[in-house]
Nanobody, 128 residues
Framework: QVQLVESGGGSVQAGGSLTLSCAAS????????MGWFRQAPGKEPEGVAA???????AYADSVKDRFTVSQDNGKNTLDLHMNSLKPEDTAMYYC??????????????????????RGQGTQVTVSS
């Protein structure tokens, strides 16, 4: 069992930055796929960034060159660094993990619906 707890959400103006942090109950990166997905009201969930067990990272086209993920195995955290935020980035952001060894690209498409573990989410609101 893996417990995930997100933090760092908030409100920011367009063009600003936020960093979300996901704290895992155990060091799971070596044997699991992890990532972030988001869901805005009335919209389908969207995979944002995924990190596979080989250390490969994939990003959604909508956030490429603006968002990056970093991991700290010593602290069991997976951070999502968000820059140049846009109003369309407004959503609830979730950290997710799964023991199946998805590739990072596969994970982007399935994490919202197939990943076994997810956190409670943290809200990000970007105003224009």
């Amino acid at each position: 069992q893996v417990q995930l707890v997100e933090s760092g959400g908030g409100s920011v103006q367009a063009g600003g930055s936020l960093t979300l942090s996901c704290a895992a109950s155990r060091n799971s990166y070596s044997d699991q796929c992890m990532g972030w997905f988001r869901q805005a009201p009335g919209k389908e969930p969207e995979g944002v960034a995924a990190l596979d067990s080989d250390g490969m990272i994939a990003y959604a086209d909508s956030v490429k060159d603006r968002f990056t993920v970093s991991q700290d195995n010593g602290k069991n955290t997976l951070d999502l660094h968000m820059n140049s935020l846009k109003p369309e980035d407004t959503a609830m952001y979730y950290c997710a993990a799964d023991p199946i060894l998805w590739t990072a690209i596969q994970a982007l498409g399935v994490m919202a619906t197939h990943f076994r573990f997810r956190g409670q989410g943290t809200q990000v609101t970007v105003s224009s």
